[in-house]
């Protein structure tokens, strides 16, 4: 299996490193980007840590305030053209991810990815819960020492993209979080985590509420007021709370797209395989067995009927 040793190999130390979240990060990506650097550095590899896009997630930018976390956008970063990038929690490819200058190097992931990356280290396991799951692994073959705000950060991106410890979790990811749990700091982590709505997110819930269309077990739900993708993947979780519902799909416009969170708890119907489905020939999606995402350019989106019923043949329900 590769690690970090290899990754170590393709590294160049007399090139400026520079590891990548996605765009628009999540606490996932911004851990396992924040756990890799204070890695690397063990081992004299100085990095920089960037995303593309903004945090719209407060309990994100709380968390990279609390934890101290050295990450900022990669807008306005002096980037030379031969920087070695290293990709966390997403790839080159995916719609989130915004070009920097440099050559991609690396990349560590735990999607399904569209195709097999082209660089030289890749390092995707998805079978595991999060991308933060790599990253512990990476430590303990190591054997290396991690700091208590890195094992916080951690123990958040495995809570956060495992609902915690309820959807897509593997061995690993158990043994992780059990480790991390008592090395890290699981009371700010899980504050920060359950703390992530806040009142002026009611009136989508309210709008989603109102607008939604059940159809067996899969909900649909347009909304139309702006929010954040965490607001939306929560709004998502809410729908498939409900215990008639399995499938859910919530869809919202951005600027030059429609945005979407898909959620699955059917196994039949893995959330990233009815997303790529669905969205055939308009637009691009991806994920996981349990929650997916896309987006479809406004020009193309076919209108919320028009992709309801997409949803609808995708599922095999009509
Ligand atoms: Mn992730």
């Not at 990754?7 to 851990?31: E, G, K, W």
């Not at 079978?127 to 950060?153: H, K, L, N, Q």
Request: aromatic share 8%; charged share 25%; glycine share 10%.
């Amino acid at each position: 299996m590769p690690g970090l040793p290899e990754l170590i190999s393709h590294l160049d130390t007399n090139r400026h490193i520079v590891i990548q979240a996605h765009d628009f990060p999540d606490h996932d990506a911004v851990a396992a980007a924040f756990g890799l650097a204070r890695l690397l550095s063990q081992k004299g590899l100085t990095s920089t840590l960037c995303y593309g896009g903004e945090i719209q997630s407060d309990s994100l930018v709380e968390a990279v305030r609390v934890l101290e976390i050295p990450i900022a956008t990669a807008v306005g970063l002096e980037l030379e053209d031969d920087a070695q990038i290293v990709i966390v929690d997403g790839f080159v490819g995916n719609k989130n991810m915004s070009g920097i200058p440099g050559e991609v190097v690396g990349v560590i992931d735990h999607h399904s990815p569209p195709r097999t990356p082209d660089c030289k280290f890749f390092d995707i396991r998805e079978d595991y819960g999060s991308c933060s799951t790599i990253i512990f692994d990476y430590y303990r073959e190591a054997g290396a020492e991690m700091d208590p705000s890195v094992a916080t950060a951690l123990l958040m991106g495995i809570m956060m993209d495992t609902a915690f410890m309820t959807r897509g979790v593997s061995k690993l990811d158990l043994e992780a979080f059990s480790t991390l749990f008592f090395k890290g700091d699981w009371e700010t982590g899980s504050r920060l985590l359950k703390n992530s709505l806040s009142l002026r997110d009611l009136g989508v819930f309210r709008e989603a509420i109102n607008s939604c269309i059940v159809a067996e077990g899969f909900c649909f739900v347009p909304i139309q007021k702006e929010c954040s993708a965490e607001v939306m993947a929560l709004v998502a979780d809410f729908f498939l709370g409900l215990r008639e519902i399995h499938f859910v799909v919530v869809v919202e416009p951005d600027r030059d797209a429609y945005r979407l969170s898909v959620r699955s708890e059917d196994h039949r119907y893995p959330s990233d395989v009815v997303v790529r489905e669905a969205l055939n020939g308009i637009g691009s999606g991806g994920g996981h067995i349990h929650m997916g995402g896309g987006a479809i350019p406004t020009d193309l989106y076919p209108g919320e009927e028009g992709l309801r019923r997409r949803f609808l043949s995708a599922l095999g329900i009509e």
